[in-house]
């Protein structure tokens, strides 16, 4: 039997040494930032997908082993259990190959193969499978139960049927055949309104090509009774298969084994290989849905933030008024008024000045909702009149109002309404995103594609890796960072981000990484996994604000040396280019990770997040029913699909820029050309009002 390593390896194509290096550091309760940033060496370089393809596969590894010794459990204690049925056993791979041979063992309801053996059938069963006798024979079997030859003929053919469909290698054999062959047919259940699936009346598609998304809109179909969803195979040459594989010749008894063959593969092997069929089209789909929620997380996490400065959060309201909420550089809630910017005739803009002129604030943050456009022309127009050099910006409120609501919300902004709260996180939302985003769940952010069909447990642990990795990937100042934002830095965790919060609130900011230690339950081990990504501005020593781990401080101190300066001279100056890196290589320091400090000496503390540039919606298009087709336009992209992006254009309602309209040359992927936040120019292709769709193209040609 193969070894965890080694099955991980034959899976992936990955260096051996590597996925045994990987694998012995997780079970050390190494973190996966931890590993692919500063243990380079001991995996050969592993990155951060391949590492998580690791940890997948070794979750995924672990569920078969677990299923397979409670399979193995439950024959022994049956009694059922032999050396061949448990070689077999410790051989396979999957969940559905054990399945299969766990299946003749199932405690399952009354069939009618059993109703067939308790008459007495089983002789006449043996007799048809080994070509032994004839069909006449079957007037041997009449009595209580069995009152013809004809029902004689059907009881053994039930029983034959059961035991051809019990062979785990004929399922097997089936349920390839079912996805290589199969198609998926949708058909609309009488009665129900199928307008919001008019295009999948009556469709079909073979199974092993149907796209991802296209599949999850079946799913959803079906779950809301609109839609019928079948796989269906040919099943004359599924039943020509099965008869080929019999080898059946010429005899008395081959019209009875046909008819059994075709109850075989119709009543039990095709609907156990469309199940079979359909969960793996679905785990495929969910794989491919996930993958694109995490790379458009992933992306608005890592947008470019605006910076530590004062800004006005505005969430646009057009009956209640508009919340404004001003934070300080640093986040720190700081003063709010309720102005009525929308829905009169006569905003109150004077308010608007009038605050601005007392907090001169950098930015002017304005929630993308209703009223939003409004509010924000009326600010511009406001500050252009009044000639003050405040910038003003667009900003995506989804998910704000769940964070007004939340536990969190309450224990940050303890004396703020609740309908304050959210002009406070779109604020902040500017200042910098990752910090503001970590605070709401991942799946409110809406991003995703089909994210509420899809398995939510693999879903939700892969958002928390993407944050994770996002998170550590920048950097998190020790000193201001809020607890929710710390909790996902490399093992920390919620109780230890609380007690770091408490612990800077009792005796002020840490001076030194080292005075992490203080922090209670944060031992060694955590402080080697948490230390790297952790910053301490102005701290004691001038490495501590840089992505140098403590463990490499001393080596940094030799280079100095060598240098004839100061750490502190070495940070952030030309002299490190002076260095030969390769009088520093030992048994524990390879060439990637001086490489990682030399860069983290020449821009310490560098954030690798783009640079904030605001996007500049048009003035004069507000609604969709200022489009017309031939628009040239500033947008911002909201959402990338394996089918193409969202782009929000300034008008409630995102555009869609189809998969042929990314890009004047062939585009295979969306992420490769954009990314949820990035700034584009569009033209607008068609206008639907009646159907609210609006058609975009960043073509240029």
Not at 169 to 187: I, P, W
């Amino acid at each position: 039997m193969l070894s965890l390593a080694q099955q991980i390896t034959s899976a992936t194509q990955l260096p051996p040494a590597g996925v045994a290096a990987a694998l012995a550091l997780f079970a050390e309760g190494a973190t996966l930032p931890f590993v692919a940033r500063y243990r380079k060496e001991r995996t050969g370089g592993l990155d951060e997908v391949q590492l998580r393809r690791i940890q997948d596969l070794r979750r995924e590894i672990s569920e078969v082993d677990a299923r397979r010794a409670s399979i193995l459990d439950t024959l022994a204690q049956q009694g059922q259990l032999t050396d061949a049925l448990r070689r077999s056993l410790e051989q396979c791979r999957r969940k559905s190959e054990l399945e299969d041979l766990y299946a003749p063992f199932k405690k399952r309801r009354k069939t009618r193969g059993d109703a067939a053996r308790e008459a007495g059938l089983l002789p006449l069963a043996e007799a048809m499978l080994a070509g032994r006798g004839r069909p006449d024979d079957a007037r041997r079997f009449i009595g209580a139960g069995v009152p013809t030859v004809d029902a004689a003929l059907a009881g053994a053919r039930d029983i034959v049927a059961e035991r051809l469909a019990a062979d785990p290698r004929r399922r097997a054999r089936v349920r390839r055949l079912v996805g290589q062959h199969g198609v998926v047919h949708s058909k609309a259940k009488k009665g129900k309104d199928t307008s919001q699936y008019r295009d999948y009346i009556d469709r079909r598609e073979p199974a092993r090509s149907i796209p991802s998304h296209r599949y999850l809109a079946l799913c959803r179909g079906e779950e809301q009774g609109v839609l019928s969803v079948k796989v269906r195979p040919d099943l004359d040459r599924l039943i020509d298969t099965v008869l080929r594989d019999l080898d059946l010749r010429r005899g008395p008894w081959l019209g009875q084994l046909k008819l059994a063959v075709e109850d075989a593969v119709k009543r039990l092997l095709l609907p156990a290989a469309e199940r079979a069929v359909r969960a793996v089209l679905k785990s495929e789909a969910d794989d491919a849905a996930i993958d694109v929620f995490q790379k458009n997380l992933e992306a608005l996490l890592l947008a470019a933030p605006l910076g530590p400065h004062i800004v006005l959060g505005i969430d646009p309201g057009i009956r209640t008024g508009c919340k404004c909420a001003l934070v300080s550089a640093t986040g720190d809630f700081v003063a709010y008024e309720t102005l009525y910017l929308v829905g009169r005739k006569e905003p109150q803009s004077d308010g608007l000045i009038r605050m601005l002129r007392r907090h001169r604030p950098h930015a002017v943050a304005v929630g993308n909702g209703t009223g939003g456009r409004e509010a924000e022309a009326v600010v511009r127009a406001a500050i252009q009149e009044h000639e003050l050099p405040v910038l003003v910006v667009s900003v995506s409120e989804s998910g704000a109002s769940i964070y007004s609501a939340s536990e969190l919300a309450g224990r940050e902004l303890p004396d703020v309404d609740l309908t304050v709260r959210g002009a406070v996180s779109i604020a902040r939302r500017l200042q910098d995103p990752l910090a503001e985003l970590v605070k709401v769940d991942p799946q409110s952010i809406g991003v995703g594609q089909y994210q509420h069909d899809v398995d939510s447990a693999r879903l939700s642990r892969r958002l928390d890796e993407v944050v994770e990795i996002c998170v550590n990937r920048v950097g998190v100042n020790a000193n201001t960072a809020s607890p929710a934002l710390l909790s996902h830095v490399a093992g920390l965790g919620p109780k230890r981000a609380e007690a770091m919060v408490a612990l800077r609130q009792q005796k002020g900011p840490f001076r030194s990484r080292r005075a992490l230690l203080e922090v209670p339950g944060l031992g060694r081990k955590t402080f080697e996994q948490c230390a790297g990504f952790l910053r301490i501005v102005d701290g004691e020593h001038p490495l501590d604000n840089s992505a140098v781990h403590p463990e490499r401080y001393a080596l940094v101190e030799r280079m100095a040396a060598d240098l004839g300066v100061g750490v502190g001279e070495l940070v952030g100056s030309p002299l490190v280019h002076r260095l030969d890196l390769s009088r520093y290589v030992d048994a524990d320091t390879g060439e990637s990770t001086l490489r990682d400090i030399l860069t983290e000496l020449d821009k310490p503390g560098r954030d690798p997040r783009e640079r904030f540039e605001a996007p500049a919606f048009r003035d004069d298009v507000r609604s969709i029913d200022d489009l017309e087709a031939g628009m040239s336009l500033a947008g911002v992209v909201t959402n990338v699909t394996n089918f193409g992006a969202f782009v929000d254009i300034g008008v409630h309602q995102d555009g869609l820029a189809h998969i042929s309209q990314l890009a004047d040359a062939y585009v295979g992927d969306p992420h490769s050309v954009v990314h949820a936040g990035m700034n584009v120019q569009v033209r607008v292709l068609e206008v639907d009002r009646a159907r609210k769709r609006i058609s975009l193209t960043m073509k240029q040609h």
